[in-house]
């Protein structure tokens, strides 16, 4: 421990940028106390650390911008968290957070939330009221079972991850938000999408594994697409126009009671999948019907 303290002590603390103690709490518990001594610090990594509480040191870090806790057993989060007002990116993942922490809520500046693994069953109905810069929100792997209406005010939103939670239904105006370009929404129990899909950047759609029994003819339209993956839901139709995605390189619509074949050149795609009833006997494509993919390297498909 003397030893650790002691480098932490060698280092300029008015100049210090970055630090970085995953696991080095439990082993060296005397370095929490020179956290506080770096002012100036921008970029704190603490994860691995078994934390049940946050340090009270870190408190003191006016100056944070990012913010790594995870991998720890943090259950909730003092009101003074609120205080770090220049925090852009936190990371709360694989903690054992029940219920969202609303300090949270306080961080104006915050454009990167990462708060899987959890075990949150509901997010604030405010939240996009107040973490309107967000630009990246992952809350996958939880027990949510609906999304507040005020996640469209997130204009800004570049990657939402919802995937592996209880969601049946979602407010419409998720599928409008323009600066999209990731929406992961697999495993989970939604059943019907909205008749308009307004996502004019989005480049990755992930919708399998859900109880889905129809797309809309707006899909289509998303011509920027080049993942989308509709396997393992209760589709027996797909719409028409799916040659109007040409930039697909995934495809993937397999485990779904469909009656006829997507209407889609496969030619130049990396992944393709359908269903086995529908397979024809050659494929034009070396992939095209390919649906033994690795779920650790392919989960969303």
């Known amino acids: 421990m003397e030893e650790r303290t002691a480098v932490v002590k060698q280092v300029d603390k008015k100049s210090a940028k970055d630090l970085n103690l995953a696991g080095q709490v439990l082993r060296f518990p005397g370095v929490l106390q020179q ?18 509480t946050l340090p009270t040191q870190v ?11 995870s991998h720890n057993l943090l259950t909730s989060l003092v009101a003074d968290f609120g205080n770090l007002q220049y925090l852009a990116r936190l990371d709360v993942s694989h903690n054992k ?4 922490p609303l300090p949270v809520l306080q961080l ?27 630009d990246e929100f992952i809350v996958s792997h939880n027990q949510l079972t609906e999304i507040p209406a005020s996640i469209e005010k997130i ?27 990731e929406l992961h929404l697999d495993h989970n129990r939604i059943s019907t999408l909205p008749p308009t899909m307004n996502l ?7 919708l ?10 707006s899909l289509t339209a998303l011509t920027t697409l080049t993942i989308l993956t509709l396997s393992h839901n209760k589709l027996t139709r797909l719409p028409e126009g799916l040659s109007n995605l040409r930039q697909l390189t995934h495809f993937s619509t397999s485990h779904n009671p469909l009656t006829e074949e997507p209407q889609k050149d496969t030619t130049d795609m990396l992944w393709f999948t359908v269903p086995k009833s529908l397979r024809s006997s050659e494929s034009t494509n070396a992939f095209a019907y390919n649906d033994g993919l690795d779920p650790y390297l392919y989960p969303n498909f």
Do not use: M, W
Request: hydrophobic fraction near 40%; charge should be negative.
């Open 155 to 181: 204009t800004h939103l570049e990657v939402l991850d919802l995937s592996y939670n209880r969601i049946e239904k979602l407010p419409d105006r998720i599928f409008s938000l323009k600066e999209l370009v």
């Open 97 to 100: 957070f029940t219920r969202f």
């Open 208 to 217: 399998s594994h859900n109880l889905i029994s129809s797309v809309p003819e």
């Open 200 to 206: 004019k950047s989005c480049c990755e759609l992930y």
């Open 35 to 52: 956290i506080a001594t770096f002012k100036n610090l921008k970029h704190l990594y603490l994860p691995h650390n078994s934390l049940e």
């Open 59 to 69: 408190l003191s870090l006016y100056c944070l911008e990012s913010l790594d806790l």
């Open 108 to 134: 104006t500046e915050l454009e990167e939330l990462i708060i899987s693994h959890n075990q949150l069953t509901e997010l604030p109905s405010d939240i996009g009221k107040t973490l309107f810069l967000l």
